[in-house]
């Protein structure tokens, strides 16, 4: 009974896409947030984007603002997060992370979440 399989990634060029998947069918517990982090090597864990799955409410760092797209599919229980324009900084691995609270503007706090993913390796290189 695992809660969050994140899939997705992978070797992508400067400029290309991805889009990463976070199945989390595996809580009998409904989530309200739904977010993705990411840590590179030698590098804190970041928050980088988040979903309410009851309303659709998204946050992004102001890195990817204008390149990723979080949604969510609430009848597959599946949140992605489509990345475009992809950078060599983008590099690191995600992770998919859900929380049985909504609390809006403190989103990118990591503690908030109850359930962590695997997490999936993004590279972009040339």
């Known amino acids: 009974q695992v809660p969050l399989v994140e ?6 060029q400067p400029g290309g ?9 595996g809580s009998s517990m409904p989530y309200y947030a739904i977010g993705w982090f990411r840590q590179a090597p030698g590098k804190e864990r970041e928050a980088v984007s988040c979903i309410s799955t009851s309303d659709g409410s998204a946050y992004y760092v102001d890195s ?10 609430n009848a ?4 992605y997060l489509q990345m475009n324009s992809l950078k060599p ?4 691995v995600y992770y998919c992370a859900a929380g049985f609270g ?3 503007s403190s989103w990118y706090r990591t503690h908030l979440y ?6 999936t390796q993004v590279t972009v290189s040339s």
């Open 76 to 79: 597959k229980k599946t949140v």
């Open 17 to 25: 896409s991805l889009r990463l998947s976070c199945a989390a069918s």
């Open 64 to 73: 990817v603002k204008g390149r990723f797209t979080i949604s969510r599919d």
């Open 114 to 119: 109850d359930h962590w993913g695997q997490g």
């Open 7 to 12: 899939s997705g990634g992978g070797l992508v």
């Open 89 to 92: 900084e983008d590099t690191a």
């Open 102 to 104: 909504w609390y809006g």
